[in-house]
Structures are given as C-alpha cells and as structure tokens.
C-alpha cells in the first residue's frame, strides 16, 4: 500500500491521468474501491479507539456538579457520557459501545422510557435505589449487574439517602449502525407497578421453573444479578481452581434459560486476580470496558500504563494487548461485545506475546 492508501498494484503514476474519470464517475455517485481497499479491508485490527483511563475521584466532582446543573426531569436521564479520546464527540467508548455514568439524587425520579437498544447498569457508589423494569422494581446496590432488555419500559427512583452512581452500557451504536432504534416516552413519570419486587427470581432464579413460563427475548428474565451472589461464587471458585493465565478467575454472566449470554449484543463477567497475581498478554477483537470493584495495580494496555483503584473504568479497544497486574485482591466488572462478534463469527483472540 502506498503512503496515501492506494493499493500497492495500481500505478501511481497513470492515476494522474485517471482524475477526470474520478470526478465524473462522482457525478453518478461511483467510487474506485482500488484508491481505498486497504483502508476498508485492513490486515489486523484497526480500531479508531484508543487506551483510556477515567480515574472515579477526578471525575466525580463532575458528576455532583452536573446534579447542581441540570435535573432528571429537565435531562431525562442524567448522564455524563465516558467519551473515547480517539472518537471525541461521538458518545462512544469503543466503535460499538456506550458507557456513561448516570447520578441520581435522593428523591429523584428518572422518568420511565423504553428504546431499541438493550442497556446494563452496574452500581458505581450508593445504595438503596431502585429501576422498575416492565413494572417490577428490583433495588440496586454497589457491584450490582442490572439490566434492561430491548423495548422495555423502565424508570429508576433513589428512595435512599444518599448519591447513587452507576454505569449505562448500551448497544446503541450496534443499533444505529443497523438504523434499527426506535424509542416511546411512557405517558407518565413512573410505569406502574405490576409485579411484587422479587417475583422475576422466584420464577427463574434458583434453577427452576414454573409451569407455563414463557420467556421470547434472547435477554436473561434475571435483571439483577446482585453482587453478594457474585462475589460469593467468585471466591469459592478460587478456592479449588487455578486462575486463568490472562483472566485470573472469570465467572461470565448467563441466561440461566439457555446457558449462553445474559444479553445478545453485549457479553458481561465478572474477574477476580488474587494479590500479586500478574495476567499474561491478551489480545481479543472485543473492545472491553473494565470497572475495578475491589483492589488496586496496574493495567498495561498497548504502550498506555495506569493505576487502578476502585471505582475507576478503563477501556481496552481490538486487538490492544493487555497485562494486569494486581498488586492488591482485584475484581472487575467487564463488558464487551463479544458475544454479537461470535455470533457473526468476527471473535478472534490471542494469548501470551504470539
């Protein structure tokens, strides 16, 4: 390939005389594929995403002054969006991905919607708050994996005393990119209630199921996976099997109904890297989104290092390589879009330094 792009067979020096050609086929809306192939068709990864760090202290005061700022009602939904510096102005925090941190007051209702795109909280700070989802309201506490699937109504409310702070994931650019987004405010501030808190894991979260259940979304009927579970079965885990050389101990989020993705765009997991414990190069095509619940070390991805403390979000993008080291017990709250890579057989990895 030449130094502007041009596939390396073509002569560079009769494209001089192919010009007037160019611009007329323009006229007609046609382009050479042979001036831009490289670009399209790339020979590794070549994602316009970059490493990034959101360190949770510097950025909070950000979130308490947008309260000041602006309210749910006048917002909707209160968010400041974790923008990729390599993709600044476009909401994203991967090319397929979102992430924001949305903050809610005590007292304060988001107002109910529901939109194509499928969304996943995970509780940063606080305690207390509720999202009611298709008229079941779950309380959400820190470490909390909550979701609402595609076209379903739901509002969030903090009933407690203090600030609540959780991470947004969606699909959304998944969606656009298929022009498939749709979305309907509910007529009025809260969708009423429906079903009694708890009703949804009753049904299907102890590994049984009641006569008749109908579940036809390929999202999980469990939209909260609480975070004393989690860490439970995190840590029994460890206790009788060896880390993984560049997860450490990862425990993927399920449909407990088919065994595959708690969600159909987005894969989530949960990681734990005991102390001292050092992961060995990975490389994947899934650009992922890491929250550090618990510990602190240090995170190598590509030629970018940082520290990590709980709290704090980095982004790994395709085909960065990633080393963690933990200098402290870490866990992590992961999501990626791995799973709608495999699904159109795009996923591809790579261990150690190959």
Known sequence: MSDDGIVETVDLAAEEGRMGFYDRARSQNLAPLWRVLHGLVTEVPKSPAVPAHFAYEAIRPYLVEACD???????????????????????????????????IRPG?????????????RFIVEGGGAYSAIAGEKTIMEEGDFVITPSMTWHDHGNESDRLMVWIDGLDMHMVNLFSASFRSNYPGKMHPALRPEGATMAEVGMNMLPDGFEHRSQTTPIFNYPYARTRDALFRLAKFREPDTCHGHKLNYVNPLSGGSAMPTISTAMRLLPAGFATEPFRTTAGTVFSVVEGSGTAQIGDLEISYKPKDIFVVPSWFSLVI????????????????????DFYRELRGNG
């Open 325 to 344: 080291r933990a200098q402290t017990e870490s866990v992590f709250f992961t999501y990626s879009d791995q799973v709608a890579q495999e699904k159109l």
């Open 108 to 120: 304060e209702i988001a107002p109910a919607h529901k939109h194509v795109a499928s969304a996943l």
């Open 69 to 103: 700022l602006i309210g749910t009602e006048e917002a909707e939904r209160r968010v400041m969006v974790l923008e990729n510096p390599g993709m600044q102005g476009q909401s994203k925090i991967t090319p397929s991905l979102f992430c924001g941190l949305q903050i």
